[in-house]
């Protein structure tokens, strides 16, 4: 499955970013999400989703950011709204957790 993101960007603090991820050369995945990884620290799961739209977030970004998916697009999203500093990382999409795209900077100034 190759994985491809888009969406990262610099925005100030309080702001909102729309992160996508395209899948391609599969079909039926199941789980896909959004992981990230700051400056220094290891690589954390933000959410996740279940083809049926079963969802789970870290505690970190609960109530601010949203995961979506399109089936039909093989598509996933991630709505970020009222953005911190401290959600400055590189955002991974994956795909079952086996595959993994490039990665899309965020960057929350404050």
Not at 14 to 26: D, E, F, K, Q, Y
Not at 86 to 91: F, L, N, P
Not at 92 to 100: E, L, R, V
Request: charged residues 15%; proline residues 2%; contains cysteine.
């Amino acid at each position: 499955v190759q994985l491809v993101e888009s969406g990262g960007g610099l925005v100030q603090a309080g702001g909102s970013l729309r992160l996508s991820c395209v899948a391609s050369g599969s079909v039926g995945i199941n789980l896909m999400g959004w992981y990230r990884q700051a400056p220094g620290k290891q690589r954390a799961m933000v959410a996740t989703i279940t083809r049926g739209g079963s969802t789970n977030y870290a505690d970190s970004v609960k109530g601010r950011f949203t995961i979506s998916r399109d089936n039909a697009k093989n598509t996933v999203y991630l709505q970020m709204n009222s953005l911190k500093p401290e959600d400055t990382a590189v955002y991974y999409c994956t795909a079952g957790h086996i595959d993994w795209g490039q990665g899309t900077q965020v960057t929350v100034s404050s």
